[in-house]
């Protein structure tokens, strides 16, 4: 049976509301935890340092020691979770591409892990971001396809195309 889905896409690009869909579609309870849960974690001090995260204007992305080391904490207990027995979706944003899969390959270890892209027009995604009203413009657009650089799926959906609710269902499909 899948242990982990871990599902990798730029802002805005649909993966949160993938996730509410899946926990409802799934028939088994399913914990939510992603990069924005990381983040809302971190003391505030650190959304504006050298060492934590930084936002730029442009929407770029800045992440520095402190982050990381945090961050991999983080990805470890992730996967003590699923080895533990909860089964997890992993709403992430890989901005190092196939070098963030990499960590978490290595810390999900023998767990069975489902990976998925979701993908999504940037033009499409740019304007979610404007709808949205949480996040710095221009972070869609930068991280439309760098974060899929490398990346080795197991499936792909792609939600400038279908909706959450669809995409959900073919994620299903494949969870065993």
Not at 47 to 60: K, M, T, V
Not at 64 to 72: K, Q, Y
Not at 97 to 118: F, M, T, Y
Not at 153 to 169: F, G, K, P
Request: net charge negative; proline share 3%.
């Amino acid at each position: 049976m899948t242990d982990v889905i871990v599902l990798n896409g730029g802002s805005s690009s649909g993966k949160s509301g993938i996730v509410r869909c899946l926990q409802v579609v799934l028939p088994d309870p399913w914990l939510a935890l992603g990069t924005d849960t990381l983040v809302d974690a971190m003391p505030a001090s650190m959304q504006a340092s050298d060492a934590g995260i930084e936002f730029a204007p442009d929407g770029q992305v800045i992440v520095g020691p402190e982050f990381r080391t945090l961050e991999a904490a983080w990805i470890e207990g992730v996967a003590a979770m699923a080895r533990a027995g909860a089964r997890v979706i992993v709403d992430e944003v890989f901005l190092g591409g196939a070098d963030s899969q990499k960590r978490w390959q290595k810390a999900l270890g023998e767990l069975r892990v489902l990976w998925v892209g979701v993908r999504c027009d940037s033009a499409v995604a740019a304007g979610r971001e404007v709808a949205r009203g949480d996040r710095v413009i221009g972070m869609a657009a930068s991280q439309a396809d760098v974060v899929h650089r490398g990346m080795v799926y197991d499936l792909e959906v792609d939600t400038a195309h279908a909706e959450s609710m669809e995409c959900a269902r073919t994620i299903a499909a494949h969870v065993s």
